[in-house]
């Protein structure tokens, strides 16, 4: 759907040449199609996205070293193995732990300190009471006393990132560490989601996303699940278009207690159109802008012949439907429009229908 739009995008913004071309220019070869009607478009609009999960999270050690352990369940054939892709895990569960030896050489060495540091300041504070050492002395000992609980704390506090606990409960996405690997701060080692809730993320138009608002429901089928009808809400419509495609994101919500959704899978909206008269359709490839206009559009009428000109025709454009667009004014059923060359032909220019 976005290729399709960008693309006709990139056609509406074509402006036509309203100049007679010269007697001698050559005939142009172009492809043309009849104008259809509703007829032909009973299918609803049909827009594409893919589920993401609702809450995630990559997560890190905040210290370096070696991957000592990786906590393990009983899998599906009875035996011991380590957390994997698609496992279930709690808030504050174990992950997997680095190398315990450093860390706990650096609190125990922290501790010697501050057990010295600390008799040193009792020490210093009574003497300084009795007025046996200078202010300077008794502070000094207490700068020592002070850096030696902040080492402490900082060695516990390291001891502590050595090991990952699940931040949420949620299905584990992906494991890229395995026993004895280096991890630190810069690469995630799991990434986990919570997919009780899923979100999907849509690309619309500017003529369907006008229809949309915050909370509505909106019927939403997945591919992974034929005939399952699912029903989302709607809690994000783009206050911008992408630059690119010109199309505008829509999330919508959708409960998902028993995890049939996954990550990835693809799902389609539907949106039927509201109007019944929407008018004759043709491709949105046949639009252009007439020259001087910045608001209005036409398309290329072409006479059923093998030799013909292309007519400059104004129209009304009315709903978008796939990559079609209706025309509310302006044509009849069973008319031929040009597509293919719609962007470089001329009003009144020579044209060959290719068949």
Request: glycine share 10%; hydrophobic share 45%; charged share 25%.
């Amino acid at each position: 759907m976005t290729r399709i739009y960008w693309i006709a995008a990139a056609a509406l913004a074509a402006t036509a040449c309203g100049a007679d071309p010269a007697p001698d220019t050559p005939p142009l070869p172009v492809t043309v199609v009849q104008v259809g009607g509703r007829s032909d478009d009973r299918v609803a609009n049909r827009y594409s996205g893919a589920v993401k999960a609702d809450e995630s999270v990559d997560l890190a050690f905040r210290v370096s070293g070696i991957v000592d352990a990786i906590t393990q369940i009983r899998g599906a054939d009875g035996r011991l193995r380590p957390i994997q892709d698609g496992d279930l895990v709690r808030k504050g569960q174990v992950l997997a732990r680095l190398r315990q030896v450093e860390y706990r050489d650096q609190v125990a060495d922290a501790d010697a300190t501050l057990r010295q540091a600390r008799a040193d300041y009792e020490r210093a504070s009574q003497l300084y009471e009795n007025r046996s050492i200078s202010k300077a002395e008794y502070d000094a000992a207490y700068a020592r006393y002070t850096a030696g609980q902040a080492r402490r704390s900082q060695a516990a506090t390291s001891m502590g990132d050595a090991t990952l606990r699940a931040p949420i409960d949620g299905v584990i996405l992906r494991r890229t560490v395995e026993v004895g690997s280096l991890a630190g701060p810069a690469v995630p080692a799991f990434g986990i989601a919570d997919l009780r809730v899923v979100k999907v993320v849509f690309g619309v138009p500017d003529v369907v996303v006008a229809r949309l608002k915050l909370g509505q429901t909106l019927p939403i089928l997945a591919e992974a699940l034929p005939g399952a009808r699912l029903e989302g809400r709607i809690t994000r419509i783009s206050a911008s278009a992408d630059p690119g495609s010109r199309v505008f994101e829509v999330e919508a919500a959708l409960p998902n207690p028993a995890g049939r959704l996954k990550v990835g899978m693809l799902a389609t909206l539907h949106l039927g159109n509201e109007t019944e008269n929407a008018g004759v359709f043709v491709p949105l490839a046949a639009v252009v802008r007439p020259a001087g206009d910045t608001a209005g559009y036409a398309v290329y009428v072409v006479a059923d012949s093998s030799t013909a000109r292309a007519s400059l025709r104004r129209v009304q454009l009315g709903e978008l439907s796939g990559n079609r667009i209706a025309v509310r004014e302006g044509l009849r059923l069973g008319e031929q429009v040009l597509v293919r060359g719609a962007t470089i032909v001329a009003d009144g220019q020579a044209v060959i229908i290719l068949h």
